[in-house]
Nanobody, 125 residues
Framework: QVQLVESGGGSVQAGGSLRLSCGAS????????MGWFRQAPGKEREGVAT???????GYAHSVKGRVTISEDNAKKTLYLQMNSLKPEDTAMYYC???????????????????WGQGTQVTVSS
């Protein structure tokens, strides 16, 4: 089992920045890919960014150039730095872990076995 706990969400004005963190614990050695997803009210959960065990990174088209995914293996923590935030970035953000390599792509949510509880990001105009 793998446990994930997100933090760092909040309310910001458009153009602002936030850094989300996701602490991982448990049988992390089994994890091949970690990612960030988001879900806005009334919308489906969508992938934002992924990073796999080889360091391959993928971003959603809607956030490319504005967000950076990174990880600190020593701290067992995944990060999502978000800059130039827009109101359409408002959503619940989830950290997820998969046993499948992402290879620089955005795997569907169904491929991620472990999920955090989510952290809310609200961007006002």
């Amino acid at each position: 089992q793998v446990q994930l706990v997100e933090s760092g969400g909040g309310s910001v004005q458009a153009g602002g920045s936030l850094r989300l963190s996701c602490g991982a614990s448990g049988y992390i050695a089994s994890i091949a890919c970690m990612g960030w997803f988001r879900q806005a009210p009334g919308k489906e959960r969508e992938g934002v960014a992924t990073i796999d065990a080889y360091g391959s990174i993928g971003y959603a088209h809607s956030v490319k150039g504005r967000v950076t995914i990174s990880e600190d293996n020593a701290k067992k923590t995944l990060y999502l730095q978000m800059n130039s935030l827009k109101p359409e970035d408002t959503a619940m953000y989830y950290c997820a872990a998969s046993r499948i390599y992402c290879g620089g792509g955005l795997l569907p949510a169904a491929n991620f076995a472990y999920w955090g509880q989510g952290t809310q990001v609200t961007v006002s105009s």
